[in-house]
Every structure is written in structure tokens, then in C-alpha cells.
T-cell receptor, first 114, second 114 residues
């Protein structure tokens, strides 16, 4: 349960605020992911970092800005968000050996944009 | 890109009954199919997975079957218990170099009544 951690667990912000979500993995993995989970929608992959390089950006608006300073840490910087961005943001990590690696999820950050 | 359809969206069973959740995928190149369980307020956790070179896999009360020709796979839970109540997600991979990109179904809310 402590392999992938996320902070904060809950965040309420106004549309003009700037905040950051943090993810840390203690599993020795080399790939990290950000997902968005909204009610009644599938988990949506936002970004993928493999060996600290961004390898996927699934048409995510520029108000979301990821950062991966090393293989253990992943950030999601937020600015001028919209109310429809309210969701659970999940971080995950995997070994980065190939496409069939198991992804392990963090507990998520519940974001509310007012 | 990959598209994963999951049915049903909700499933109610009596304790001791069996539950079956079905998924279809569109990309014939997908070769890894994990299933995640997400309890209320918690992170998704891998419960079982199957690779395309295997037709069936079983782990105690949980089994997964894969039909590559028809591009569908299913989760079977036998002798359901109230603690099986959760949202279950199926997923399929798209090939990537050194990382996995999972496409998730919309989830099935399973409710097991005592």
C-alpha cells in the first residue's frame, strides 16, 4: 500500500490558483503515469514518463504541466483550471521493461475546482 | 487507438453466486489484459491479468478468459462475498517501447448482498 504515494490527498482550488500534485514511488520502477478518473468515465491516461522522458501526452490541455525530475518522483502542475477538471488524479508506476508491465497505482488526489 | 468496452456497468448478486464481467477490445495488437479492483475511496489494485498466449487463468475464486479471435475477455468471480463489492476495471495495452499504455473500460460496479 505504500509503494506509490501521492500528496495532497484532497485539494480544493479556485480557477486562478496554481497548485502542484506530487507522486513518489518506492518500487524501483522506471516508468510513471498520470491518469484522470472522472465519474462515469474510464480512467484516462494523461502523461507517461519512461526513464524520465515524457513519451506520451494524450491531448491534455496546457493548463496541466507534468514534471519528472527523477525516476522516483512525478509532479503535475496545475494552473487556471476549469470546474470540469474536478476529478480524482491517479499516479501509477511500472518497471518499464515493456508493454505488459503491471502498473501500480497511488491513492490519488481528489481535486475540486471551484 | 485502442477502444475497450465493458459490460455490465452495474451488477448485483447474492452472496455465494457467481459474477461475470465482459470486455471487448478493438486493437488486435493488444497482448496484455489486466483487471483492477477499486474499492470505494481507494486506489485501483491489480487482481489478475492474462497475456495473449494464454486462454484462461485462475487464481482461487477469480478467473479470466481470453478469446483473441473474438477480441473479448471476461472476469469470473465464484462464491462471491460482500468484500468483493467494488468497481472492477478491465484494460488492454497498446504497444510501447519500455512502458505500457493501458486503455481502460468504464468499470463495473459489483454489489454483493449478504
Amino acid at each position: 500500500e505504500t509503494g506509490v504515494t501521492q500528496t495532497p490527498r484532497h485539494l480544493v482550488m479556485g480557477m486562478t490558483n496554481k497548485k502542484s500534485l506530487k507522486c513518489e514511488q518506492h518500487l524501483g520502477h522506471n516508468a510513471m503515469y498520470w491518469y484522470k478518473q472522472s465519474a462515469k468515465k474510464p480512467l484516462e491516461l494523461m502523461f507517461v514518463y519512461s526513464l524520465e522522458e515524457r513519451v506520451e501526452n494524450n491531448s491534455v490541455p496546457s493548463r496541466f504541466s507534468p514534471e519528472c525530475p527523477n525516476s522516483s518522483h512525478l509532479f503535475l502542475h496545475l494552473h487556471t483550471l476549469q470546474p470540469e477538471d474536478s476529478a480524482l488524479y491517479l499516479c501509477a508506476s511500472s518497471q518499464a521493461r515493456g508493454s505488459t508491465d503491471t502498473q501500480y497505482f497511488g491513492p490519488g488526489t481528489r481535486l475540486t475546482v471551484l | 487507438g485502442e477502444n475497450v468496452e465493458q459490460h455490465p456497468s452495474t451488477l448485483s448478486v447474492q452472496e455465494g453466486d457467481s459474477a461475470v464481467i465482459k470486455c471487448t477490445y478493438s486493437d488486435s495488437a493488444s497482448n496484455y489484459f489486466p483487471w483492477y479492483k477499486q474499492e470505494l475511496g481507494k486506489r485501483p489494485q491489480l487482481i489478475i491479468d492474462i497475456r495473449s498466449n494464454v486462454g484462461e487463468k485462475k487464481d482461487q475464486r477469480i478467473a479470466v478468459t481470453l478469446n483473441k479471435t473474438a477480441k473479448h475477455f471476461s472476469l469470473h468471480i465464484t462464491e462471491t462475498q460482500p468484500e468483493d463489492s467494488a468497481v472492477y476495471f478491465c484494460a488492454a495495452t497498446q504497444e510501447g517501447s519500455g512502458y505500457s499504455t493501458l486503455t481502460f473500460g468504464k468499470g463495473t460496479m459489483l454489489l454483493v448482498s449478504p
